[in-house]
């Protein structure tokens, strides 16, 4: 699966071999980057740290998808800080923004029953309920379900409290 996780874009012109290895350089420097400024700048003003921390996962997730697709792990590493970010502002509409673009690579990249996948659905679930969509949220909450009851046992305290969330709505 790593030539999946390092998808390129179908370009006319497709990029050189030494354009995608410094695309990666740039990719693995901006994640450093990123987890730097989280680190180091933690106690300063948490609301301005998160702008300028989404700041940096847009203008790199910019960069990278001239090169690498949606599905390629760098993208897909930026597009779940980014989502992190938003959780932290309760951004809502932009946390399921990201959520949206990351849960179909997650489920071809991980295996079926990965823990992974399901907490991207749980967190899908929860955002499409907070947002009032019912709907959606009850869906995406049973694919988490479906795969914490293959994952950890039908009985375990998570699946029940998951069960309970959707019972109060």
């Known amino acids: 699966q790593d030539k999946e996780k390092l ?5 006319n012109d497709p990029p050189s071999s030494e354009t995608v290895r410094d695309m990666i350089k740039y ?9 730097r400024a989280k680190h180091y700048k933690y106690i300063l003003c948490l609301t301005a740290l998160a702008c300028e921390l989404l700041e940096i996962c847009e203008l790199s997730l910019d960069k990278m998808g001239a090169v690498f697709e949606d599905s390629n792990v ?5 597009m779940y800080q980014a989502m992190g970010v ?6 809502w509409e932009g ?7 990351i849960i179909r690579p997650y489920s071809k990249h991980y295996p079926s029953y990965s823990l992974n996948v399901a907490s991207m659905w749980l967190k899908l679930g929860r955002l499409y309920m907070a947002l009032e969509n019912r709907t959606a949220g009850v869906k995406a909450l049973k694919r988490a379900i479906a795969i914490m009851e293959v ?10 409290e998951i069960k309970k969330e959707l ?3």
């Open 7 to 11: 998808e390129i874009r179908k370009l």
């Open 27 to 35: 990719a693995r420097n901006v994640i450093e980057e990123f987890r």
């Open 74 to 78: 760098y993208m897909l590493h930026m």
């Open 86 to 91: 938003c959780l932290y502002v309760q951004d």
């Open 95 to 101: 946390a399921l923004r990201y959520g949206q673009k």
């Open 151 to 160: 994952a950890h046992g039908k009985d375990h305290p998570y699946i029940s």
């Open 167 to 169: 019972e109060d709505h």
